[in-house]
């Protein structure tokens, strides 16, 4: 049947997150909503905004990607802002973004002394080594420290092959496993400049370099906070019509005939199966879960932890490029974690919040339901450790929160791939799923362009070819 032909339908969308929400939200703006014979709910296995999209960092660019979604996405934030009073109900705001290179020079565990700056070759450098002169020798406790335990209490056992030398010091601990956050457009971008001087919270006398996202008209950076922008387009689709059903964890999409027939779930309150009858559409907007229901979708989850800081800064997303000694360690730590170049990323927010987000860790699966993910603390605390090694304000800062997420990830054969926004083989099962750590700023177009498919069969805002389910048989 012509999906852009009136008639009565009960669009079932799978997912509270950004995703599903803005779904939502266009799909009772579209004008062929009508809400006498169109009825919309979403179900949601925990809470609106429970998985990344309310511990995200909430950051919007013109530089993001990809670009078949980003510009309207980004226009689209700000229209919403205009009509919804975001400034005040979710923080959206304009502001800079620059990328430091920093070295940090001392002794010891947490400690460093000021230094001139001096030439570097580049802030995006990923692997940047501390010379030779630059290392320092550390004490023999500290030596001890990173010697198995084992070993530690056995006298006979600690001779000059078990204590680590210099070189061993140096090249303990892994890589820094970047966010993918810049792409290789996104770092062309980047322009040399100075720091700030309204960049206070940076201590300039470890800066080496600073570049700005400077090219006009293609580096325009804006931010919202992602949980009160999520929960705000739920409220406003609830105020629609939208039906929200929380706590209820789908299991089964039900086909007949080639066609979405039901949604089965479970409802987690009462332990309780439910089934969903008359179903014409659903969306899969699970996340890092799409999977869980359509295999084929190949969308799985990568954790990354984050911190907030209670501090009033200036506005301004900062990334970072931070060289360490090469004896420090974060001083709850044991064992050297990273090789000495870290790269947190730090978003100054309105409300006296200062969010960080640190490095990808698939080392722990994607468990069931977003309410059940682990927060590695000692990994949050080596965030606020590296950061407080630039900036003396935020080392001061209350903590206020330590979380966990999983980004979802579209993978195809050795790589991540693009988000996947549209229909699939089977009719009225629709994916807008696999947006990174770019969910929240493409949540909009998504939701925009899902609406334009369920409605009129096509995308009309946006050519998203290239996000075409079905290109990867799904």
């Not at 770092?187 to 960049?199: E, K, N």
């Not at 730590?333 to 990808?360: K, L, T």
């Not at 770019?438 to 899902?450: E, S």
Request: charged residues 20%; aromatic residues 6%.
């Amino acid at each position: 049947m012509d999906s852009r032909m009136p008639r009565p339908r009960h669009i079932v969308i799978i997912g509270g997150g950004i995703i599903g929400t803005t779904t939502a939200y266009y799909l009772t703006r579209h004008p062929s909503f009508n809400p006498l014979i169109h009825h919309i709910t979403i179900v949601e296995a925990t809470a609106i905004a429970a998985g990344a999209s309310g511990k995200a960092g909430g950051l919007l660019g013109l530089w993001a990607y990809p670009m078949c979604l980003v510009p309207l996405s980004y226009r689209l934030h700000a229209e919403l802002a205009a009509e919804h009073d975001g400034a005040t109900r979710w923080g959206y705001r304009l502001l800079e973004c620059g990328q430091i290179a920093a070295t940090v020079k001392g002794k010891g565990r947490d400690s460093r002394s000021k230094a001139k700056s001096k030439a570097r070759r580049s802030t995006s450098s990923k692997t940047k080594q501390v010379s030779h002169q630059e290392r320092v020798l550390v004490s023999r406790q500290e030596q001890q420290e990173n010697i198995p335990p084992k070993l530690c209490n056995d006298p006979a056992a600690l001779t000059s092959e078990t204590l680590p030398d210099q070189e061993r010091l140096q090249s303990e601990g892994k890589d820094w496993q970047k966010l993918p956050k810049q792409d290789d457009a996104a770092t062309t971008l980047m322009r040399q400049s100075i720091l700030p001087a309204d960049l206070n919270w940076i201590d300039s006398e470890l800066v080496e370099e600073y570049a700005e996202m400077g090219l006009a008209g293609y580096t325009g950076t804006a931010q919202v906070h992602p949980y009160q922008f999520t929960t705000s387009m739920a409220n406003l689709a609830n105020s629609a019509g939208v039906e929200i059903r929380l706590n209820a964890k789908v299991t089964k999409i039900g086909l007949s005939r080639g066609s979405v027939k039901t949604v089965e779930y479970i409802d987690r309150v009462t332990e309780s199966p439910r089934t969903m009858l008359g179903v014409t559409d659903v969306v899969v907007a699970a996340g890092p879960w799409t999977s869980s229901l359509l295999p084929q979708t190949k969308v799985e989850g990568l954790r990354a932890h984050s911190v907030i800081f209670e501090a009033d800064v200036t506005p301004y997303a900062v990334f970072t490029n931070i060289s360490l000694p090469a004896n420090w360690m974060p001083p709850h730590r044991r064992r050297r974690v990273h090789n000495g170049q870290v790269d947190p990323e730090i978003y100054a927010r309105p409300g006296r919040e200062v969010y960080a987000c640190g490095e990808c860790d698939p080392s722990v699966p994607l468990p069931e339901t977003a309410d059940l993910v682990e927060v590695d603390e000692a990994q949050c605390d080596d965030m606020v450790a590296y950061i407080g090694t630039v900036s003396t304000i935020l080392k001061a800062a209350p903590v206020t929160a330590k979380q966990a997420c999983y980004m979802p990830r579209h993978m195809r054969p050795g790589q991540e791939s693009t988000p996947i926004v549209g229909g699939t083989a089977v009719e009225g099962l629709w994916v807008a799923a696999g947006h990174t750590c770019w969910g929240i700023q493409n949540g909009p177009a998504t939701g925009k362009l899902m609406s334009e498919f369920i409605f009129e069969g096509a995308a009309r805002s946006a050519d998203v070819a290239e996000l075409d389910p079905r290109q990867f048989g799904i």
